[in-house]
């Protein structure tokens, strides 16, 4: 849940990171005047905050940190108020400690609302700034380039124009909501939402002063600007410690000594839950990373790693994870114990699990126990069986004993044990594993059991017999025999549909010259036996199409048999002549069989009846292998009664229960039925070709053409037989560690040469291939030096492949890792083994003017594409770039993307090379224009002479003076001075008592006339000729020697020719001064010379 938090939490919490760009009356006390208190009798007050507020000694203080609301009954007594005048950006801006997550912001202010304003969050502890939300209730005006009031998603960036009117002039609120409740949120941990609602700095940007006109307060100071200022009576900023979900508390970050508990304060560190860990709870706990990261609630909570109880360690990873189909994705590290593997599960190479012990016993991976002699790869084992690498012809657990007819176990032999090479007809059983000695069926000697016993002359091969025990299955298929053996076990398929024309599994292939023998025990009853022999004829003639039907030969004479004896009847081939063209044909023999005589079965039958059974041959039909057409019901009734009495009774059908379809059998024979690919009259065994005899019958044995001997396996275990280099059930699978068609190779991770008899040995690059740590395609050793050369993977090197090339990076020591490239964007040589780390992959020495744990960015002073190699040097202006970014000897620090140089206040431009509007001076990194904005048409002045655009009646560079040709105080009213502007120097009029300045030549009030001593041509007043000086001179003259004479003149009374002659002087001056005012002429003139002689004189 969201957590909504009064201003004294998160502002509470960083009282000292609250800072604001302009605050009044800090270097001294400043006056300012309120609009609103134009009408009462004190209107401006002072503002003195260099001390902090204090209702009782300090209550003109108006800090930043007022606007923290403490909820006292008088908390309009204080505010923050910026510095008054034409200051319009001015900015608040609050740093906090940690990430947190932002609800809303409500300024309320003391002063008019601003008419532009903007807030800005950061994510990054200040070093990029993102916008909220602009306010202006004339946005097109100020921001002319932001989208107006309605957002289309809950990410775009609008003006608002609610909150910057006139009204109210003071308790005027500015609110902010970080989500617009107007948008659904299905999932409030989306990226996209948790980057508009989380912040690590909020600041917000006053960039115009609301103005009003100056007819009520009037014009009493030269700087009109005194009530104009931002005051805002408290800032609440509402929100939560930013923990994903995974906390329900949160306390102070370790290390500010700033910190102090306060009711209702929010601290940055969140207190975890979940198994997670980290200021913001975004991290899994140590040794809970079995499953990513989630933000949101218990349902996410990490999950413990399962090593085993063998690692304290693990980490996450994602290939794992999605490969278990989002199961698991721990993997333990430096597992114990002897153990490895993801969840340190299994037990190391030459180690095993003890089957007594749990797996996260310490103690349960206990050595390989194998035999030097008999064991391959050093000793190498199973991890869970502990069944040692035997050698192609050693077996047991630990490769101890040779297999089944081998002997002679020796540690030099790449085999381990020999054949005993004895011959499977002749041979009784297994030979013996020391010497190697077979041992041989009766009749059989030699060695290894190859020869049979000559009754005759040792030339005589014609009669050559074989015993054969009548137990002895053909298990394994056509044998193939030495060359010139005359017997071949011919195994015979059953078709489904098909007759069996049979008795066995299959056939005997006997050469002509060759001879068998029949082993007969288990007689019923003594009496005489009828021999017959089943056969199948096998002429090496041209195929005619049709396939040679079985038929039997009947001796001609019975034989007396007893019921408890044992009898070997022997059964010889004559050899045909080599001149015979069927010399060289064989005869495939199925069975011996002994069909009782009627005759000598006492009182079975009548006369009749022992003639009919001779007439119509019924013993032919018994001899007949396979199924039988109808007989005739004399023979079948003469051979049902005949069976009766030598078994005394009826022969119960024993139908195996789990071979046979149902209980019954036919009645003549006792044959069941059988399941698929059963057989035997009871159906109790496989056919030929098939194992595993079950309830749904038996399976083909599937034997791998390529790797058996033949189409026949063990019936109980499906075992084919294999070929020497072969194993496996269908001996598919390579011996030895070698594969290919032939077996002719080893295995990825072996080397040696199987055609050579050379044993595939594990390649060590740096473990064995199972271990997660083998590097390498195969390995190979050198002839010469016998050194071991692994063929390492792309990106490992080393002669075991133990470390990563240059340019590639992993933890080698972890199972399951490889040697990845380093992701430095093309950035470095790859060639160079210090380009990157080669445990980390941070790129370490970056080209191309490029930096960064990637090489993904330009490096400082230069900016372009890095991943393009494209990174050029920046061309900042030094004039106006920040001097702390422009060190004298690199190049200045610009956005490493896009080129922006970083410019003082008041420049811009991508190389801040041109002052902003309302700035000029460039060479001095532009300086503020200043324009009093009461006497100017704008603050934009001249970029290069910083004169502002005046009102016809003001002037001076800022305005801030009364113009050419008008005088009076700028604050109250400039007066035209009336000045004639054609008779005036510069300035034209003085600037308080507005008298003109005329300028040489010209006189009179406004400077309008031409001065004496000029012509009247206004305004040339060209000066006049010479001598008119001198005339002035002269008459400047007479006239001081009149008024020296009215002085000394004598009264009327005593001195009457005084009068006459004064009346006469003034006459004279008064024709002067005509004179004067009129243009000089020729001819006779009047000098004053001769009146100051005359009065001299």
């Excluded at 044995?701 to 109980?716: A, N, Y």
Aim: with cysteine; aromatic share 8%.
């Amino acid at each position: 849940s969201f957590l909504l938090v009064f201003v004294a939490g998160l502002l509470g919490a960083v009282r000292l990171q609250l800072s604001a760009s302009s605050t009044c009356g800090l270097d001294g006390p400043q006056n300012y005047c309120i609009i609103g208190y134009l009408e009462e009798e004190q209107k401006c007050f002072s503002c003195d905050s260099r001390l902090p507020f204090d209702p009782q000694s300090n209550p003109s203080s108006h800090r930043i940190e007022n606007v923290i609301t403490t909820f006292e009954p008088e908390r309009k007594m204080k505010w923050w108020q910026s510095v008054n005048g034409d200051i319009h950006e001015v900015s608040i801006q609050l740093d906090l400690e940690t990430i947190f997550q932002f609800s809303h912001l409500v300024l309320t202010f003391k002063s008019f609302r601003p008419t532009a304003m903007l807030v800005e969050r950061s994510q990054d502890f200040g070093r990029s700034w993102k916008v909220f939300r602009y306010f202006s209730e004339d946005c097109s005006l100020y921001f002319p380039h932001v989208p107006k009031e309605t957002a289309d998603s809950i990410d775009d960036v609008v003006c608002d124009s609610r909150y910057s009117g006139s009204e109210p002039s003071t308790d005027g609120e500015v609110v902010l909501k970080a989500l617009d409740p107007i948008f659904d949120i299905e999932d409030p941990y989306a990226p996209h939402i948790q980057a508009l609602i989380t912040m690590t700095n909020l600041r917000v940007n006053f960039t115009r002063l609301f103005t009003l006109g100056d007819t009520l307060l009037g014009r009493k100071r030269r700087n009109p600007q005194n009530k104009y200022y931002y005051a805002l009576y408290e800032m609440v900023v509402r929100g939560s410690c930013f923990c994903n979900g995974h906390a329900a508390q949160c306390t102070p970050v370790g290390g500010r000594g700033d910190v102090f508990t306060e009711e209702g304060m929010v601290h940055g560190r969140c207190v975890c839950q979940h198994n997670t860990a980290g200021y913001n709870c975004e991290l899994c706990q140590d040794f809970h990373h079995d499953s990513p990261w989630r933000p949101g609630g218990e349902d996410n909570a990490a999950v413990w790693c399962n090593c085993n109880g063998h690692s304290d360690s693990c980490h996450f990873d994602v290939a794992r994870f999605e490969a278990s189909g989002g199961v698991s994705g721990g993997v333990c590290e430096n597992c114990r114990n002897d153990r490895e593997g993801d969840q340190c599960e299994r037990c190391r190479p030459f180690t095993f699990q003890d089957p007594q012990r749990a797996p996260d016993d310490p103690n349960a991976c206990i050595p390989c126990d194998c035999s030097p002699l008999g064991s391959e790869s050093g000793g190498l084992c199973d991890v869970v069986t502990g069944q040692c690498l035997c050698k192609a012809n050693a077996e047991g657990q630990r490769c101890d004993r040779c297999k089944p007819g081998h002997f002679g176990l020796r540690q030099e032999d790449p085999l381990g044990c020999q054949p005993c090479g004895c011959h499977p007809l002749g041979s009784a059983g297994p030979c013996d594993a020391q010497t190697g000695s077979c041992q041989c069926e009766p009749q059989v000697l030699g060695r290894s059991c190859d020869r049979c016993v000559v009754k005759n002359k040792p030339s005589q091969r014609s009669n050559i017999q074989i015993a054969i025990s009548i137990l002895m299955c053909p298990q394994y298929g056509a044998i193939p025999l030495e060359p010139g053996f005359p017997l071949q076990i011919i195994p015979r398929e059953r078709n489904v549909g098909l007759p069996i024309t049979w008795t066995g599994l299959g056939l005997v292939r006997v050469l002509t010259g060759a001879g068998l023998r029949f082993t007969v025990e288990n007689l019923p009853l003594s009496m005489d036996y009828q021999l017959v022999i089943r056969y199948e004829p096998e002429v090496n003639k041209p195929f005619s199409g049709r396939k040679a039907k079985f038929t039997f030969i009947l001796l001609d004479s019975p034989v007396c048999l007893n019921s408890g004896g044992r009898y070997f009847i022997d059964v010889t081939f004559n050899k045909r002549p080599e001149s015979d063209p069927n010399a060289s044909s064989h005869i495939l023999i199925d069975s011996l069989g002994l069909i009782p005589s009627i005759e000598s079965v006492q009182d079975l039958c009548s006369q009749t009846d022992l003639d009919s059974f001779r007439r119509l041959r019924c013993i032919g039909l018994a001899a007949e292998a396979g199924p039988h057409d109808a007989a005739p019901e004399v023979c079948e009734g003469l051979v049902k009664s005949m069976s009766a009495r030598i078994h005394k009774g009826a022969i119960a059908c024993a139908c195996d229960a789990v071979g046979s379809l149902s209980p019954y059998c036919s009645k003549l024979g006792g044959v069941c039925e059988c399941k698929p690919n059963v057989i035997g009259r009871c159906c109790d065994s496989c056919a030929p070709q098939t194992y595993g005899f079950g309830p749904e019958g038996c399976k083909p044995c599937d034997c791998d053409p390529r790797g058996s001997e033949s189409d026949l396996c063990d019936q109980v275990r499906g075992q084919c037989a294999c070929r020497r280099e072969m194993s496996g059930r269908r001996c598919d699978r390579c011996q030895g560690h070698s594969t290919g068609p032939n077996c002719e190779r080893c295995v990825e991770g072996f080397y040696g040469s199987p055609v050579s008899r050379v044993p595939c040995e594990p390649c060590l690059c740096p473990d064995l291939l199972q271990s997660g740590r083998f590097f390498a395609s195969s390995c190979q050793r050198d002839p010469e030096t016998q050194s071991l050369s692994c063929l390492c993977r792309e990106g490992h090197s080393g002669p075991q492949c133990e470390w990563c090339s240059p340019g590639y990076y992993a933890d080698l020591l972890l199972s399951g890792a490889r040697c990845e490239k380093c992701d430095c964007n093309d950035n470095i040589d790859p060639d160079d083994g210090e380009a990157c780390d080669r445990v980390t992959g941070e790129c370490l020495r970056c080209l191309h003017n490029t930096g960064g744990r990637h090489c993904e960015d330009c490096r400082r002073g230069y900016y372009g594409r890095a991943e393009d190699q494209d990174c050029k040097e920046c061309s900042c202006d030094r004039r106006g770039t920040e001097v702390t970014l422009c060190p004298l000897q690199s190049p200045c620090f610009c956005d490493a993307r896009t080129g922006q140089c970083p410019c003082r206040p008041g420049v811009r431009g991508v190389l801040c090379d041109e002052c902003e509007d309302g700035y000029w001076n460039m060479e001095q990194g532009c300086m503020r224009c200043s324009c009093d904005l009461a006497n100017s048409h704008s603050n934009n002045c001249d970029k290069e002479t910083g004169q502002c655009p005046c009102l016809p009646e003001y002037g001076g560079r800022k305005c801030d003076e009364c113009g050419e040709n008008h005088f009076g105080n700028p604050d109250l009213q400039c007066v035209s001075c009336d000045c004639n502007l054609d008779g005036t120097l510069r300035p034209s009029c003085h600037s308080e008592t507005g008298e003109c300045n005329c300028r040489p030549g010209v006189t009179g009030i406004f400077c309008d006339e031409c001065a004496p001593g000029f012509n009247d041509e206004f305004p040339a007043c060209q000066e006049c000729h010479p001598c008119a000086k001198y005339w002035r001179l002269h008459v400047s003259d007479v006239e001081r020697a009149t008024q020296t004479m009215g002085t000394l003149m004598p009264r009327p009374s005593s001195q009457p020719r005084h009068q006459l002659m004064l009346r006469s002087l003034f006459l004279e001056l008064d024709q002067i001064k005509k004179n004067m005012t009129e243009p000089a002429t020729t001819g006779t003139q009047t000098t004053g010379e001769n009146i100051v002689k005359y009065y001299h004189g």
